[in-house]
């Protein structure tokens, strides 16, 4: 998957920097987005792009939120969260649903894995359950 968004369950960045110059520098890599898609990702999981605090000082939920922004950043065909909602207040779940949502208009393949799924449910198309090592089907959805 050469355009895979991926959110493991404790994303890591690197602690000195600001959340934004980890975005600007994760963009840097395949140089797809600009500092302005970096900016508006910021705003819209609810962190502040001219925020210049370490990602030491960052609370869970701003590390999870900025690890939501990196995971989107550039537009990926293919999301892969794992817990995106963890340490998220209600505020964060409402915004990463938003962002699920639009991410599926685009296109996008979205697979959310998560034990506590009740706020974001409702977005996916199909769940599986797992209990015991076992995959169970949770049933097709209408919208």
Same mark, same amino acid.
């Given at each position: 998957m050469e355009d895979a968004g991926v959110l493991i369950e404790n994303p890591s960045f %690197?602690? +000195?920097? +600001?959340?934004k110059v980890? /975005?600007?520098e994760l963009?840097?890599?395949?140089?797809? %987005?600009? *500092?302005?898609? %970096?900016? =508006?990702? /910021?705003?819209?999981?609810?962190l502040?792009?001219?925020? =210049?605090r370490p990602v030491r000082a960052y609370s869970l939920g701003m590390r999870q939120r900025l690890g939501i922004a990196a995971a /989107?950043? *550039?537009?990926? +065909?293919?999301?892969l969260l794992d817990e995106p909602v963890n340490a998220l207040d209600p505020a964060g %779940?409402?915004?990463?649903? =938003? /962002?699920?949502? =639009?991410?599926?208009a685009g296109g996008a393949l979205v697979v959310v894995a998560c034990h506590d799924s009740e706020e974001i449910e409702a977005?996916?198309? *199909?769940t599986l359950s797992m209990a015991e090592g076992k995959l169970y089907d949770g049933g097709a959805r209408d919208h």
């Amino acid at each position: 998957m050469e355009d895979a968004g991926v959110l493991i369950e404790n994303p890591s960045f %690197v602690r +000195s920097y +600001s959340g934004k110059v980890n /975005l600007v520098e994760l963009a840097a890599i395949r140089n797809t %987005v600009d *500092e302005a898609r %970096v900016d =508006e990702m /910021l705003g819209r999981v609810g962190l502040d792009p001219f925020d =210049e605090r370490p990602v030491r000082a960052y609370s869970l939920g701003m590390r999870q939120r900025l690890g939501i922004a990196a995971a /989107l950043l *550039e537009y990926p +065909s293919t999301i892969l969260l794992d817990e995106p909602v963890n340490a998220l207040d209600p505020a964060g %779940v409402d915004q990463v649903a =938003e /962002l699920l949502r =639009e991410a599926r208009a685009g296109g996008a393949l979205v697979v959310v894995a998560c034990h506590d799924s009740e706020e974001i449910e409702a977005l996916f198309d *199909e769940t599986l359950s797992m209990a015991e090592g076992k995959l169970y089907d949770g049933g097709a959805r209408d919208h």
